[in-house]
Structure formats: structure tokens, C-alpha cells
């Protein structure tokens, strides 16, 4: 060997160096991988009260990387709380010169968190949060730890959440989930770009693609849920609601705007859309939905068997272009409801069967006390809707707590108005407008009568305004289409319109049926006109002989206007009568009277319907042709 070289390869400093980079590759290949092993397990024991367990820990102290294989963190029980199949972490040199903990990468596979609410309200993971020595605490006090993140990932994660604080544990869990993160940072002003995909095994499925930033902490992007099934929500509040495993599926999107370094926080949604199909909300046991819906869009104590579902709907859907926590405004382009169905039922007790969807907390297994309500705030929540649209809605009423039951029937309705609400900071406040509406196939029916108490084919309205503040009401037009009324006097005398008001013994007892305390000031109402069209209308006095119609009414219509139950308001009524003539009324109704000042018209009106009247005192001759007057 030269000379020259053996006096290199023998130099003390390079002797040095090179046991200082073997003891440094040893500590770091060999040393460092197995006091972490040992260390981990040991740690979890005293301070997380869990067990940890590593397949393997590989650290290239060159190359700044570690990498961590199958860990695994358990419950002294044996419950899983943490695990995943690999991780790991490449760090730059280049943290020494930007005074920050710069990480290359991050790169997380197949992790499971189980999160778990206990009974008592408690969270298993909150364990893994171990008090900090008084050190660390203080180092915390003054800031996050700088760090600059420069990608990190997670591949095929998945989240199981179970909460064990209703009657029967409810959960759910994300699978699949992936997370993109690039450019993250502690230090001001770094915005890193976010993007998260995870599904459950229902098929919902959730998708974050964002901009984030801690420093101070801000985030915007867009949020969008699609499939989730109402039944996964209904599953968390079911101790509190009366209702069975919901249908249904929501969808929501929505870009948002979050600044948590101002005061008060802001938060803006825009272009909202969330949307319910398939909607069907039902009692217990009960044979149809008490309220269904095929679509609903918005743009911009123990119960009796019931008999139909409560809630049906087949889509709802909402579109608001914009929302601002901030201004505490939200602007609704479009609210839809179409394609549904709502069942009421009020039972023998007077009891409503909307009433029995929320259970009644008991006051000795909360033991809560009441605290007074928050203060008013200076600005109140506004909800402006520009288009409210409901659709081909079905109603029924089914009231059993009257002397004769009654069951009352929309087929359809359709429902079109603008609407502006304000909530806090003073009374609500609630103006609808614009309002136009036409009710279908209307039907009232009276015990089990085959024929109808009233019925109409359309009712219509038009021009409409609701101002809940000032009580007032008003429509430009009301009309009846097609239909007719049946009045009715049994032998009794009692009128069968009157019974309809009469509740039934078991109510009366009660006293549900007492009069409601006194509702405040008076409605203001103005109706501009009201109109009545192809109607027909029948009289049958049981009292007499007769067991028809005494009188009965044929294309029957009318027309009011100026209807506010104050000012004149001027009528024309006209209809035939079988089994002939006709009739003609009009002229002017004042309530403030009340006077009633008319000019009747009438030609060859048949007078039979006076025959059972006078039966019992006059002695009428045959006659081919009946009295006419005109």
C-alpha cells in the first residue's frame, strides 16, 4: 500500500469520522427501530392504559425516512382502537434552515379508528390524550409546533363509529377512504390543498376537495354527500322520535367559506343543494306512511298501532346559492316538495298523531334542570326563499274524537309562493307572498255515510300574502270548482254540519275539547273575491215525512267580493232547483249591521219543496203539474 495512502486510511480524524457515521448507521438501522419497539408497548401501558403491539419499525437515519408496519392499538379488553398495515414519514434536511419540522412525505395504508361513545358519554379514544409532563405543556402554550407538510396520503382507511348511548347502539362506517393532502402547514399564510373520498357499506358515499389553512385556521372547497340513507340518521335518534326505520335517501352539495380568525366566526355556504327521494316517515306497526314524499328539493310514551306511515316523501330537494353565518342570512333559490302524501289521525282521546312523533322526555331519567333561554340576538337569522314549490301532495284527516267520525281528503295539491323568515333579535317574523295554490279532488266525509258531506273538484287561490307578524292575510281570488254540499237534519232536529263540532264522551271528559286560551289579537283578512261555479246543494229533513231532499240546488254559483269582515261586501248567487225554476240573488252584505239589503229574482220555482211542511196541516190535490211561483 503507498505510503500516502496508509497515512490517510490511518489518520485519527478520519477514524473518528468513520466510527462516528458506524455508531450513527447502528443506532439508526439497528438500535434505534428495537428501543422504539420496546418503548411503544411500554408506553401505551402506563400512560394510555391500552396495549400496543408493532410488527416492525425501519428507520434509514441517510435518508431521514422511518417506516412503521402492522400496529396495532387495543383496549386493556381486547377492543380495537387504532391500527394500520403501514406508515411512513420521509424528512427533509432542509427543516434545519427553515426552522420547521419540514416532512417530505407521509404516507398512511389501510388504517382502522374505532370511535366508540360509551353509555355514559364518554369516547374511547379520549384515552389515547394523555396528560403531557409539565414541559411539553408549557411548549404547547406557545404554539404549534412549526411544520411544513409537503404531501401525505391515506389509502383504503376506514372509520367505524359506534355510539352506545341510545337503547339500541347505532353506528356506522366509512370504508374506502382516501386522503390526498399537499402543501399543509403550521406557519401563516401556507394554504395546503385537500381532497377526501371515503363510502360506507349502504352505499353512501362522501367527497371533501378543499383548501386548508391553520395559521390562523381557514378553509374553503366543496362538500358534497350523496346516497345517505335517512335510516342511518334515524338510527342516532330513534330513543327520541316514534317512528320506524325511516325510506329515503339525502344528497347534499354545497361550496363553503370558513374563517375561524375572525370574530365572530364566518361561515358562507354557496350553491346549495340538498335533496330527499323516496322520503317516508311512518308510526310503529302502522300500515302506510303518516307522511311521503317522492321528492323534496330545496335550490339556491308507548303509541297505538297506527294504521299508515306518517312522513312519505319521493324527493326534496333545496338549491341556496348562498349562505353567511356571518350576516346570519340564508338565500334559498328553490324549494321543492312534490310527490308525497300526509296522513293525520286523531284517535278517540283527541290524540293527533303528528303529536306522538317526539317522545316525551321523562323528567326523572334526565334529572336535567331548565336553564333559561339565551339571550335575543341584536341580529336576527333570516331565511329568504325565492321559489317555495310543493307538488301533487295527498292529504288526509282522519278524526275520530267527534260524535261521528269525520275523515277529510285532498287528492292533490299544488302550492307555489315566495317566503322571507326572521328568527331572534325580537319576534319572528314570517311574510309569505306571491301565493298561488289549487287543492284537488276535495272530500268530506261523516261516518260511514256513502255520500259525501261536501266535496269539490278544485279549489283554487290566487294573489296571496301572509304576514304572520301583523296577523294579516289577503287573496286576490278564491274559487270552487264542481262539487256540492249536503245538509242534513235527522229525526232528532241535530244537524249533521253541527255534529261535525261535537266531541265525542271520552273527549268531553278529558276536557281536550276546552276552548284554547285567548290566541292575541284578532287576523285582519281580505279576500277580493270568492267565487263558487257548477255546485250543487241538498237539503233532507228527517223531521218531516220526507226521506229526499227537501231541497235541492243544481248549477249553483256565486260570487263575493271584498270579503274582510268589516266593510260591505256586495254577492251574486243564482242556481236552479229540481224539480224546476230558477233563482237569481244579489246585493250587499254588512256585517258591521249586520244588515243584508238583496233583490231575488226567481222564475218558475217549483214549490213541493214546501209539500212535507205543510203535509200535516194542509190536504194538497193531485196535480200533474206542481205549484210554480214566480
Not at 322526555?361 to 314549490?389: C, N
Not at 272530500?443 to 266535496?455: I, K, M, N, W
Request: glycine content about 8%; charged content about 20%.
Amino acid at each position: 500500500m503507498h505510503p500516502t495512502i496508509r497515512k490517510a486510511l490511518t489518520n485519527r480524524y478520519l477514524i473518528i469520522a468513520a466510527v462516528a457515521v458506524l455508531l450513527y448507521a447502528l443506532a439508526g438501522f439497528v438500535a434505534a427501530p428495537r428501543v422504539l419497539r420496546w418503548y411503544a408497548s411500554g408506553y401505551a401501558a402506563r400512560h394510555l392504559d391500552s396495549r400496543a403491539a408493532v410488527d416492525r419499525i425501519a428507520i434509514n437515519p441517510f435518508l431521514l425516512t422511518i417506516e412503521v408496519n402492522g400496529l396495532s392499538l387495543q383496549q386493556t379488553d381486547g377492543a380495537p382502537l387504532v391500527a394500520f398495515e403501514r406508515l411512513f414519514v420521509d424528512l427533509e434536511a432542509s427543516s434545519l434552515f427553515h426552522w420547521a419540522v419540514v416532512l417530505r412525505e407521509i404516507a398512511l395504508t389501510r388504517p382502522e379508528v374505532h370511535l366508540v361513545a360509551e353509555a355514559d358519554g364518554s369516547l374511547n379514544l379520549a384515552r389515547l390524550a394523555a396528560s403531557p409532563p409539565p414541559a411539553a405543556a408549557e411548549a404547547a402554550d406557545a404554539g404549534p409546533l412549526p411544520l411544513i407538510l409537503r404531501n401525505a396520503t391515506i389509502r383504503e382507511g376506514r372509520l367505524a363509529v359506534v355510539d352506545k348511548r341510545p337503547g339500541t347502539p347505532a353506528g356506522f362506517t366509512l370504508q374506502a377512504l382516501d386522503l390526498d393532502l399537499q402543501g399543509f402547514a403550521t406557519v401563516r399564510e401556507q394554504n395546503g390543498t385537500c381532497h377526501l373520498a371515503a363510502v360506507t357499506d349502504a352505499g353512501e358515499s362522501i367527497r371533501w376537495e378543499g383548501e386548508i389553512a391553520l395559521a390562523p385556521f381557514r378553509s374553503s372547497g366543496k362538500l358534497t354527500l350523496n346516497s345517505v340513507r335517512t335510516a342511518s340518521l334515524w338510527q342516532f335518534v330513534r330513543d327520541s322520535v316514534n317512528l320506524e326505520e325511516p325510506e329515503g335517501r339525502i344528497d347534499l352539495a354545497t361550496a363553503y367559506r370558513l374563517n375561524a380568525g375572525s370574530s365572530p366566526l364566518q361561515l358562507t355556504l354557496e350553491g346549495l343543494h340538498f335533496s330527499i327521494t323516496e322520503l317516508a316517515l311512518k308510526l310503529p306497526q302502522a300500515e302506510k306512511p303518516l307522511f311521503q314524499a317522492k321528492k323534496f328539493e330545496l335550490t339556491a310514551p308507548k303509541l297505538p298501532q297506527a294504521e299508515k306511515p306518517l312522513f312519505q316523501a319521493k324527493k326534496f330537494e333545496l338549491t341556496a346559492p348562498r349562505f353567511d353565518l356571518a350576516s346570519r342570512e340564508l338565500q334559498v333559490s328553490r324549494l321543492l316538495l312534490g310527490g308525497g302524501a300526509i296522513d293525520a289521525r286523531i284517535n278517540d282521546a283527541g290524540a293527533l298523531n303528528l303529536q306522538q312523533v317526539i317522545r316525551q322526555a321523562s323528567p326523572q331519567k334526565t334529572g336535567l334542570t331548565q336553564t333559561p333561554p339565551p339571550a335575543a340576538s341584536a341580529r336576527p337569522f333570516t331565511v329568504k326563499a325565492d321559489v317555495v314549490e310543493i307538488k301533487d301532495i295527498a292529504m288526509t284527516l282522519d278524526d275520530r274524537s267527534r260524535q261521528v267520525p269525520v275523515r277529510a281528503a285532498v287528492a292533490g295539491a299544488d302550492l307555489h309562493l315566495q317566503a322571507e323568515l326572521a328568527v331572534g333579535g325580537g319576534p319572528t317574523r314570517a311574510v309569505l307572498s306571491r301565493i298561488a295554490g289549487e287543492w284537488r279532488g276535495i272530500r268530506v266525509d261523516r261516518g260511514r255515510s256513502p255520500e259525501p258531506l261536501f266535496a269539490a273538484e278544485t279549489l283554487t287561490a290566487e294573489g296571496g300574502a301572509v304576514d304572520l307578524g301583523a296577523r294579516s292575510l289577503s287573496l286576490e281570488r278564491l274559487a270552487l270548482r264542481r262539487g256540492g254540499l249536503n245538509v242534513a237534519r235527522d229525526a232528532a232536529g241535530n244537524i249533521n254540519w253541527q255534529q261535525l263540532l261535537q266531541p265525542n264522551a271520552k273527549v268531553a271528559k278529558s276536557g281536550k275539547a276546552a276552548p284554547p286560551p285567548d290566541p292575541g289579537p284578532a287576523w285582519k283578512y281580505l279576500v277580493k273575491s270568492f267565487e263558487i261555479e257548477a255546485f250543487k246543494a241538498g237539503f233532507t229533513d228527517l223531521t218531516t215525512s220526507s226521506a229526499a231532499p227537501v231541497l235541492n240546488l243544481q248549477d249553483f254559483k256565486a260570487r263575493l267580493t271584498g270579503i274582510d269582515g268589516r266593510s260591505p261586501m256586495d254577492f251574486t248567487v243564482g242556481f236552479q232547483m229540481a224539480p224546476g225554476g230558477t233563482a237569481t240573488v244579489s246585493g250587499t252584505v254588512d256585517p258591521a249591521g249586520p244588515s243584508v239589503a238583496a233583490e231575488l229574482e226567481a222564475t218558475d220555482v217549483a214549490l213541493t219543496s214546501l209539500q212535507p211542511y205543510l203535509d200535516p196541516y194542509v190536504r194538497w190535490r193531485p196535480s200533474s203539474r206542481p205549484p210554480m211561483w214566480r
